[in-house]
C-alpha cells in the first residue's frame, strides 16, 4: 500500500505551477478589463489544480496498466512503481475530477455563466481521454495540441471570462503564451520518454517529430510564448517587462539542444514550470501597471 507521501509524489505537485498560471495571467486580464474578482479567480485556481491532479493520477494508471512505465526514467508512478492497486490510483483521478467538478460549479454559479459547465465537461473527458480509454489521444500524438487548448487557451480565457464576462486582447495573447509553455513542459517530458515510448507503442509528438526537431521545439516555443506578450507593448509598454523572462529560458534550452537524456532532462521539466509562474507573474505586473 502506497504512504502518504507516495500518493503525493504521484500526484505530481512540480506541474502544479501549470494549472495556476493561466488562472493568473486570465485573472491578470480580467484586471485590465476592470472587473478582477478575487473569489472567482480563487475557484478557478482550485479548478484548475485539481483537474491537474486528477490528469496526472489518470496518466499514473492508464500508462501503468498499459506497462508504458515499466521501464521508466521520470518522476515516480503509483501503478508503475507497484505501490498502489491500479484500481485505488483510478480512484484517486475521478475524485480529483469530481472535486474539481464541484468546485467549477461554485464557479458557474457565481458568476452565472451557465454554458460553461459544457466546457468544464468537456475539460474532464479531456483529461481522462489523454491516456485513457481505448484510443487515447495522447498515443496519437495529439497530447500537445490538447494541452495547448485546455491548459492554455480554455483555463485562461474562462478565467477571465468567468471575472468580467468579456475578453480581451491581453486575454488571449496571455492564453496563447501559457498554453506555449505548457506545451513547452509537455515536449521536454515526451523527449525524455522517446525510446520507452517508442516501444510501447506510444506514438507522442515528439516521437512523431523526431528527437532532433523535439529537442528544437522547446526553445522555439518559448520563445513564440514571450513574442505573444511583446505583441501587446504598443497599447501597454510594461508588457517588455516580459523580456526579463529570457534569462532562464536558457538553460532549460541549452540542456534540451544539448542532447541530454533520461534523468538528464529532468531539471527542465521543474524549471518550465517556474518559466510559466514567472511569466504569469511577470504579466500580472505589467497589467496592474499598464492600468494604473
Do not use: E
Amino acid at each position: 500500500m502506497a504512504t502518504f507521501a507516495q500518493w503525493v509524489q504521484g500526484a505530481r505537485p512540480r506541474t502544479l505551477p501549470m494549472a495556476v498560471a493561466p488562472v493568473i495571467v486570465g485573472s491578470a486580464a480580467a484586471f485590465g478589463l476592470g472587473s478582477f474578482k478575487p473569489v472567482n479567480a480563487i475557484l478557478a485556481a482550485l479548478v484548475a489544480v485539481m483537474l491537474q491532479v486528477g490528469v496526472n493520477y489518470a496518466n499514473d494508471y492508464s500508462d501503468g496498466i498499459r506497462g508504458t512505465d515499466d521501464h521508466r526514467v521520470g518522476p515516480f508512478r503509483l501503478v508503475g512503481a507497484g505501490a498502489a492497486a491500479p484500481g485505488a490510483v483510478k480512484r484517486a483521478a475521478f475524485i480529483s475530477f469530481g472535486v474539481a467538478a464541484l468546485f467549477g460549479l461554485a464557479l458557474v454559479m457565481l458568476s452565472q455563466t451557465w454554458w460553461l459547465i459544457i466546457v468544464g465537461a468537456a475539460s474532464v473527458l479531456a483529461a481522462w481521454g489523454y491516456t485513457g480509454g481505448r484510443r487515447p489521444y495522447g498515443y496519437l500524438g495529439l497530447g500537445d495540441l490538447f494541452v495547448f487548448v485546455f491548459f492554455g487557451l480554455v483555463a485562461t480565457l474562462g478565467t477571465t471570462y468567468t471575472q468580467a464576462l468579456a475578453l480581451s486582447p491581453a486575454a488571449w495573447a496571455g492564453a496563447i503564451a501559457t498554453g506555449l509553455i505548457a506545451d513547452a513542459l509537455l515536449m521536454a517530458n515526451n523527449v525524455r520518454d522517446i525510446p520507452t515510448d517508442r516501444v510501447a507503442g506510444k506514438r507522442t509528438l515528439a516521437v512523431r517529430l523526431g528527437d532532433r526537431a523535439a529537442r528544437l521545439s522547446y526553445p522555439v516555443m518559448l520563445a513564440v510564448a514571450v513574442v505573444a506578450a511583446l505583441v501587446l507593448a504598443p497599447s501597454n509598454p510594461w508588457m517588455l517587462l516580459v523580456l526579463a523572462l529570457v534569462p532562464a529560458c536558457i538553460a532549460p534550452s541549452r540542456t534540451m539542444l544539448s542532447g541530454a537524456a533520461g534523468p538528464g532532462l529532468i531539471p527542465v521539466l521543474q524549471q518550465t514550470g517556474f518559466i510559466n509562474l514567472g511569466f504569469s507573474a511577470l504579466f500580472a505586473v505589467a497589467s496592474v501597471l499598464g492600468r494604473a
